[in-house]
């Protein structure tokens, strides 16, 4: 259960850097950055399906345990060829699917408040005050997409340092979990 805590520490940190540089990439260029996040995203999602059709053609077929690691790698190739191939298209709609993984990281924020209630911590309110604040941002970014890539960036760096911050102050109840555990 050690590595649950430590993977967890390690994808919180890295999806709170990731929100922070690309937060910082649509403040520092906020013309040139769509495209650039188009073409970085476009090359993951290539690579998560180049690794997945790797993954089907070095596993053996059983029955019982089908995999869909093929359609996996056939969806994400084709998205992702499309995403390099069409940043125009794809940067109409980045800021709605930017906004939705605001959302979605508001949510996540909001059922550690509740976790951290539940748990009698006292950074429960300010978890929740953080939640309801950043569902708003998201919500006008989804809402009104030509808010601008700086609002965007704004936003993004105020999500990766809140997420650092939130980290450091569980960080004493997951080093307590780690032991107990």
Known sequence: MKKAVTSFT?????TAVAFILIGILFLADPDTSGKIVCYILGG?????GV????????????MPEYNL???RAILFIGIGVFVLAKPDKVMAVLPIVMGIAVLFDSIVKLQN??????????SWLYTLVVA?????LGGVMVGKPSI????????FVLNGIVDIGALL??????????EEL
């Not at 390690?10 to 890295?14: R, S």
């Not at 601008?148 to 936003?155: L, N, R, S």
């Open 169 to 178: 102050l569980l960080r004493s109840r997951l080093k307590t979990v780690a």
């Open 113 to 122: 408040a509740i976790d951290l209630l539940r748990l009698h911590q006292k």
């Open 148 to 155: 601008g890539y700086q609002f965007i960036g704004i936003v």
């Open 132 to 136: 309801v604040v950043l569902g708003v």
């Open 69 to 71: 690691n093929l359609v």
């Open 44 to 48: 993951i999602l290539c690579a998560i």
């Open 10 to 14: 390690l994808d919180y940190i890295l």
């Open 51 to 62: 690794v997945h059709m790797l993954s089907y053609f070095a596993t053996p077929v059983q």
